[in-house]
């Protein structure tokens, strides 16, 4: 059996974020589940500042929901605090603009990593934008 890394489930949460529909997001979730890796994805979309909040509530929703974690405070704050650290490294881009896009979350074992891929900015001149996030359980 093959163990995967924080590298690997990094790439996953990516991957899954990156998804262009839910037809296509079901069908990685499926792959992932075969080789043993639990995964979430969420759309989201909103001003930034006042959405920081309710982008960890739904990565964290969306991820007991899938299965991803359980109800332990332990598992939930890891996703909270990836999901925080990704929403960090894109700060600089979004503060008072909008943004939409999607949370991926993947789990493999102890790793847990979250994926934030969001379009940054008014109408159709957007800027586009991945953080990342990983927390270890």
Do not use: C
Request: no cysteine; hydrophobic share 45%.
């Amino acid at each position: 059996m093959t163990e995967y890394g924080s590298k690997d489930i990094a790439s996953a949460a990516i991957r899954i974020a990156l998804t262009n529909d839910r037809i296509s997001e079901k069908k990685l979730q499926t792959e992932f589940n075969q080789i043993g890796i639990q995964s979430a994805a969420v759309d989201y979309g909103g001003e930034f500042i006042t959405s920081v909040m309710k982008i960890v509530e739904r990565a964290v929703v969306s991820s007991k929901r899938e299965g991803v974690i359980s109800e332990s405070h332990a598992e939930q704050g890891a996703v909270a605090g990836a999901t925080r650290e990704a929403i960090s490294q894109i700060m600089p881009k979004a503060i008072g603009l909008n943004v939409g896009g999607k949370i991926g979350i993947a789990r493999y074992k102890d790793h847990i990593s979250v994926a934030v891929f969001f379009g940054i900015g008014l109408l159709n001149l957007n800027e586009v934008s991945i953080g990342l996030g990983h927390r270890v359980v």
